[in-house]
């Protein structure tokens, strides 16, 4: 298994500004991933972090929004750039190992934004 | 493209009943199957998962789920609800989805067991 965190936990912004949020793994890790989960809903995955490249994102997300950085196999950072009310969410950094055969995401805690 | 299914919003048990939290899926190939607990303020933990092989899987904290193809279901269940057990449950499938594989998550139903 693979230890996951987060910072900050939480925050509240301002409308307009960015805050980056970063994901610490205590091991090295083939994936990392970044989703976001709004009260009520699913996980909603933004990208997948690529190391030494740029992320893949998902359809409705966008690189100059939520820009995305892996500069090794054990950490990563989440950008929420120009912050809006409707940015506010739990994000959640996840990892999983493939080349270790396990398939399972573990989870960080989430980082809690609240955008005013 | 996949989707999870998880039908009930919320599940209430009394403590010490069975309980049962429904999944079904939608997948393109073999499925891979997954259930994750969220306690409050917490990120998801991995209870179990099907890859192949026997169609009941067992996981963590006395958790179970079968598989059924046919069906495509996946529920999970216990055979005696814990009150520690009240947390919010989601089912998750990777396949391929627009030629890589993807995880899909199901809309979580949260469990309620009842002193």
């Known amino acids: 298994s693979a230890v996951i965190s987060q910072k900050p936990s939480r925050d509240i912004c301002q409308r307009g500004t960015s805050l980056t949020i970063q994901c610490q793994v205590d091991?090295?890790?083939?994936?990392m991933f970044w989703y976001r989960q709004q009260p009520g809903q699913s996980l909603t995955l933004i990208a997948t972090?690529?190391?030494?490249?740029?992320?893949?994102?998902e359809s409705g997300f966008v690189i100059d929004k939520f820009p995305i950085s892996r500069p090794n196999l054990t950490f990563s950072t989440l950008t929420v750039s120009n912050m809006s009310p409707e940015d506010s969410s739990i994000y959640l950094c996840?990892?999983?190992?493939?080349?270790?055969?396990?398939?399972?995401?573990?989870f960080g805690p989430g980082t809690r934004l609240t955008v005013l | 493209a996949q989707s999870v299914a998880q039908p009930e919003d919320q599940v209430n048990v009394a403590e010490g009943n069975p309980l049962t939290v429904k999944c079904t899926y939608s997948?393109?190939?073999?499925?891979?199957l997954f259930w994750y607990v969220q306690y409050p303020n917490r990120g998801l933990q991995f209870l179990l998962k099907?890859?192949?092989?026997?169609?009941l899987v067992k996981g963590s904290y006395g958790f179970e789920a079968e598989f059924n193809k046919s069906q495509t279901s996946f529920h999970l269940k216990k055979p005696s609800a814990l009150v520690s057990d009240s947390a919010l449950y989601f089912c998750?499938?990777?396949?391929?989805?627009?030629?890589?594989?993807?995880?899909?998550f199901g809309i979580g139903t949260k469990l309620q067991v009842i002193p």
């Open positions: 972090a690529n190391q030494g490249s740029e992320a893949t994102y």
């Open positions: 997948v393109s190939g073999n499925p891979y």
């Open positions: 091991s090295q890790v083939t994936m």
């Open positions: 099907y890859i192949t092989g026997d169609n």
């Open positions: 996840s990892a999983s190992n493939r080349l270790a055969g396990n398939n399972e995401q573990f």
């Open positions: 998750a499938v990777r396949g391929l989805s627009g030629g890589y594989q993807k995880v899909t």
